[in-house]
């Protein structure tokens, strides 16, 4: 599966934005999806994840009660909706097929990211 990353931009504290990651190829339906995101100097973070069906979420502790992970297996979509977004939220946000977890590792498709700058 393909996957591509979309929604970016530069926003102000307490702003919302939408991300958006589109996928193509088979069985997008089979796949787990996440959200993680990095900033510059930092380590691959781990923002969130939704089950196959949708039905089942979860997300880091920073990102709690302000992102939310919804996605749309008709349309091969996955989305993240960020509120209340602050200046430490900025980072490069990558999309991934995999199984689950919040580690990177086990996430075998990548988007290729797209930039969030939130400026105070």
């Known amino acids: 599966v393909q996957l591509q990353a979309s929604g970016g931009g530069s926003v102000r504290a307490g702003d919302s934005l939408r991300l958006s990651c589109a996928a193509s190829?088979?069985?997008?339906?089979?796949?787990?999806m996440a959200w993680f995101r990095q900033a510059p100097g930092k380590e691959r973070e781990f923002v969130g994840h939704i089950g196959r069906s949708g039905g089942i979420t979860y997300y880091a502790d920073s990102v709690k009660g302000r992102f939310t992970i919804s996605r749309d297996n008709a349309e091969n979509t996955v989305s993240l909706e960020m509120n209340s977004l602050k200046p430490e939220d900025t980072a490069v946000y990558y999309c991934?097929?995999?199984?689950?977890?919040?580690?990177?590792?086990?996430?075998?498709?990548w988007g290729q990211g797209t930039l969030v700058t939130v400026s105070s």
């Open positions: 991934a097929a995999g199984p689950g977890g919040s580690s990177p590792v086990p996430y075998k498709y």
């Open positions: 190829g088979r069985h997008f339906s089979t796949y787990g």
